[in-house]
Every structure is written in structure tokens, then in C-alpha cells.
């Protein structure tokens, strides 16, 4: 019987040192900081190829909303703007024969001048050339009108083709973060509108352990101190290097989980605790701490 009662009592002792000599100080639940991806653009969803608990990396395309209108809508877009470019080679040319057409005026206005002079000319075809000058001058400056007019007509083209490719990017649908995804809201081939959530993903390789202190363990937590976290595994713990992320500066009562009445209506602090993740750390998985 004696040796009955050695082996229990061994058993108990082994069983109380293979969890640990330290106890917790704080107890919380693990979170992550999941974001919500939703639809940037309207249309029929033509590829949604992922699927929940699939790893995403941060830039990869998951999914296409379908652009057969604005790839339709560019189309007519540069078609248009192929027309005004012909319009500015026109008033190139214009502006080119005009020049063109003054230097050899001018040549024959000194020419001229010079037969006055010598009073083998009239003064008539003289006046007749500087007639033609302004002329030639008032078509280059028409020509020049012209030309910005048209480039103008360009800058707008171009600017709704800005439009029109920025709109064409949104209808791809592009993962932000490496992560994991969480929840898929959509099916491919659906209808989709601008606003609408299609799948929530989360970075699952740090977890956040949210535990609830008191005001008398408050004074000596700090912002970057390391901390032992640990997870329970049956008749032992998992632990973890931790290191304090934020400490709330407002005190708030003991929350629910917490279910003595005595307990509840104390005042204690948050405190979030970042701890890198091998896979074991689950979230809504409770977890507690050594600070």
C-alpha cells in the first residue's frame, strides 16, 4: 500500500513540474489583425481562383472582374485620339509651308527695298509684300491656335485614358498582404459591386495574445519587454518568446471572461503581446503569460 501511495505521489509531482514552476500572471485569447479585401470595381467576377486557408503573397492576382465594357470604351478612346493626332500633323504642316513661304517673302521684301531705292520698283510692290508678311504672320499665329487647340483635345484623351487604365488595374483583383486567408465571401462568376467584401485574410505569423492586467502589475510593464507566453498542450505548455506591443493607458472593468462577481468589478489594463507563430498558435485560442 506504502508503495502504492510513493508511486501516486511521484506521479502527481511529475505531473505538476512537467507544467511549470511559474504561474501565469495574465490570461488572454490570441488575435490577429485580419483585413477585409472588397471589390474595387462592378461586373461579373469571370476568376476567383482561391480558396480559405490558402496562403496569398503580398501583389499576387486572385481573381478578374470581367472589362469587356471599358476595354471596349478604350478601344473607341484611342481610335479618337489617332484622329486629333492627325489634326496636329496638319497644323504642323500648315505652320511648316507658312515659315516656308515668309523667308522667301523676306528675301524678295530686300530685294524689293533695295529696287526702290535705286527707283526700280514701285512703291506699291512694296507695299504689296508687307502686305503679304502680315499675311503669312497672321496664318503661323492661326496655325499656332490651332495646334494648342488640338493639344488640348490630346491632354483631355489622354486624361480619360488615365481613367479608363485605372479602372481596368481595379477589375484585377490583387492580394495586399502575405497572409493567409481567413473567410471567401464570393464565388467566381458572380456579380460583384464596388464595396462588396470578397475575402478576409489575415499574417498568421505573428500573433497577438490580448491578456487583461491589474493596476498593481501595471508599474512595471514597459513597451518592448520580453515576456514568456504559453499555450496549453494536455499535461504540459508550449512556450514562447513574447515581447509587449501596447499598453492600454485607460483602465476598463475585468472583462467577461472573468466570471466571479468579485473579480468583475475590478479595474484592470489591456496589454497586447506580439509572439511569432509556428502554426500552433491558433486565433481565439486562449494563452497566458510570465511577464
Given at each position: 500500500m506504502k508503495q502504492l501511495l510513493s508511486i501516486?505521489?511521484?506521479?502527481?509531482?511529475?505531473?505538476?513540474?512537467?507544467?511549470?514552476?511559474?504561474?501565469?500572471?495574465?490570461?488572454?485569447?490570441?488575435?490577429?489583425?485580419?483585413?477585409?479585401?472588397?471589390?474595387?470595381?462592378?461586373?461579373?467576377?469571370?476568376?476567383?481562383?482561391?480558396?480559405?486557408?490558402?496562403?496569398?503573397?503580398a501583389g499576387q492576382q486572385v481573381g478578374v472582374i470581367d472589362t469587356t465594357m471599358l476595354a471596349l470604351q478604350k478601344q473607341e478612346l484611342l481610335a479618337q485620339r489617332q484622329s486629333v493626332t492627325s489634326q496636329m500633323a496638319g497644323a504642323d504642316a500648315q505652320i511648316d509651308m507658312a515659315r516656308?513661304?515668309?523667308?522667301?517673302?523676306?528675301?524678295?521684301?530686300?530685294?524689293?527695298?533695295n529696287m526702290v531705292q535705286d527707283e526700280a520698283a514701285t512703291q506699291k510692290q512694296l507695299d504689296d509684300l508687307i502686305g503679304a508678311q502680315k499675311v503669312l504672320h497672321k496664318q503661323i499665329a492661326a496655325a499656332r491656335a490651332q495646334k494648342q487647340a488640338v493639344m488640348a483635345q490630346l491632354a483631355a484623351l489622354d486624361a480619360k485614358k488615365a481613367l479608363i487604365d485605372e479602372q481596368l488595374d481595379r477589375c484585377r483583383i490583387i492580394n495586399p498582404i502575405d497572409g493567409t486567408m481567413l473567410e471567401k465571401y464570393v464565388e467566381a462568376f458572380e456579380m460583384t459591386a464596388v464595396g462588396r467584401p470578397l475575402y478576409k485574410i489575415a499574417d498568421l505569423s505573428v500573433m497577438t495574445l490580448k491578456v487583461y492586467v491589474s493596476g498593481g502589475q501595471l508599474h512595471a510593464l514597459k513597451l518592448g519587454d520580453a515576456c514568456t507566453v504559453r499555450i496549453d498542450d494536455g499535461a504540459k505548455y508550449i512556450e514562447y518568446p513574447g515581447r509587449i506591443r501596447w499598453v492600454s493607458d485607460k483602465a476598463e472593468f475585468t472583462p467577461k471572461i472573468i466570471q466571479t462577481k468579485e473579480e468583475r468589478v475590478n479595474l484592470v489594463y489591456a496589454v497586447k503581446i506580439d509572439v511569432k507563430n509556428d502554426g500552433?498558435?491558433?486565433?481565439?485560442?486562449?494563452?497566458?503569460?510570465i511577464f
Open positions: 501516486i505521489l511521484a506521479a502527481l509531482v511529475l505531473y505538476g513540474c512537467s507544467k511549470s514552476d511559474k504561474a501565469a500572471e495574465a490570461y488572454g485569447t490570441f488575435e490577429a489583425t485580419d483585413i477585409l479585401v472588397a471589390a474595387e470595381a462592378t461586373g461579373k467576377l469571370l476568376s476567383f481562383v482561391v480558396s480559405e486557408g490558402e496562403m496569398l503573397q516656308q513661304k515668309l523667308e522667301n517673302l523676306q528675301i524678295d521684301l530686300a530685294r524689293v527695298r500552433a498558435i491558433k486565433i481565439g485560442m486562449p494563452g497566458e503569460v
